[in-house]
């Protein structure tokens, strides 16, 4: 009786241990498909001595949020131009306003406002491994459309630049991803359209963001271009979203040494004479090795 005991007790034993260890590979399997997209294309092909380094900022932006006057704007335009040349806010064509017969007459296109923001990934030491200036500027079209709707555009600026290596030792960094969000968040206002809009995979390639719309039978849009030097620019997966309180995410990633803009744009709808009310979110992400 006892070894029938003693058997019976080591079957349920095995059996609960085979259990365990049935379920321990699912959960784990479970944990990785959770794994964002984000997260792989980051840690895409790190070596385990990188160590990554993420400076994020977020703000909301009404009207009482201080920000650039035009005159302000066209002044930190020209600054970021010097600073990044081709990568500046505007890229390498900058064309704002209506296009008809006077393809550059900004009459029924109104600046705003715009707001900057300016970001630093440091090391344990202090030292700054990466950096990015970013910026959204708020347009807005004279014309309603057919039931008195006001639009808006944003435009959404970003360029990052990686430490280069200035030791012996070496203390340079890649970039490794950044993005520029804009999300609305009221119920009452559509994010209609964004640009761009599905991944663009470059090699000096030149990318165009545009949008264009015609209102009260006058065609207007926003439009430029930048240079994507390598890997991806694209809408940030499950950042992105069209209709009601909607939101856009342009990010690049990626795994470069040197300066990368991006630009992307969205148009907004809202009844008439509504304010803006937005929260604007920026992040940086580099690996130092």
Request: contains cysteine; negative net charge; proline residues 4%.
């Given at each position: 009786m006892k070894m029938n005991v003693k058997s019976g007790i080591g079957a349920m034993l095995t059996a609960m241990l085979l259990v365990s260890m049935a379920f321990i590979p699912a959960v784990s399997a479970e944990h990785m498909n959770d794994k964002s997209l984000e997260v792989m294309d980051i840690e895409e092909n790190l070596n385990k001595s990188d160590h990554v380094l993420v400076a994020k900022a977020s703000k909301t932006i009404t009207p009482e949020t201080p920000g650039l006057s035009e005159k302000e704007f066209e002044v930190y335009v020209d600054k970021m131009k010097q600073k990044y040349g081709d990568a500046g806010v505007f890229g390498i064509e900058p064309e704002v306003g209506l296009k008809n017969s006077l393809p550059y007459d900004k009459e029924n296109i109104q600046y705003v406002n715009s707001w900057?923001?300016?970001?630093?990934?440091?090391?344990?030491?202090?030292?700054?491994?990466?950096?990015?200036?970013n910026l959204v500027a708020l347009y807005k079209l004279d014309k309603t459309d057919e039931l008195?709707?006001?639009?808006y555009y944003y435009w959404q600026w970003s360029s990052a630049?990686?430490?280069?290596?200035?030791?012996?030792?070496?203390?340079?960094?890649?970039?490794?991803?950044?993005?520029?969000?804009?999300?609305?968040?009221?119920?009452?206002?559509?994010?209609?359209?964004?640009?761009?809009?599905?991944?663009?995979?470059?090699?000096?390639?030149?990318?165009?963001?545009?949008?264009?719309?015609?209102?009260?039978?006058?065609?207007?849009?926003?439009?430029?271009?930048?240079?994507?030097?390598?890997?991806?620019?694209?809408?940030?997966?499950?950042?992105?979203?069209?209709?009601?309180?909607?939101?856009?995410?342009v990010e690049w990633v990626g795994n470069y040494e040197g300066s990368q803009s991006i630009n992307?744009?969205?148009?907004?709808?809202?009844?008439?004479?509504?304010?803006?009310?937005?929260?604007?979110?920026?992040?940086?992400?580099?690996?130092?090795?």
């Open positions: 900057t923001e300016h970001l630093e990934v440091k090391n344990s030491n202090g030292v700054v491994m990466a950096s990015s200036d008195g709707r006001e639009h630049q990686n430490r280069e290596n200035t030791e012996p030792l070496g203390d340079d960094s890649n970039l490794r991803d950044f993005c520029n969000k804009v999300n609305i968040g009221n119920s009452n206002y559509d994010l209609i359209v964004y640009s761009p809009d599905a991944d663009i995979i470059g090699d000096e390639e030149v990318v165009t963001v545009n949008l264009g719309a015609v209102y009260q039978g006058v065609n207007c849009g926003i439009s430029g271009d930048f240079v994507l030097h390598q890997d991806k620019v694209r809408p940030k997966p499950g950042e992105c979203q069209i209709g009601n309180a909607g939101k856009y995410t992307g744009a969205c148009e907004e709808r809202r009844p008439y004479g509504s304010p803006y009310d937005f929260v604007w979110d920026n992040s940086l992400t580099a690996s130092q090795f």
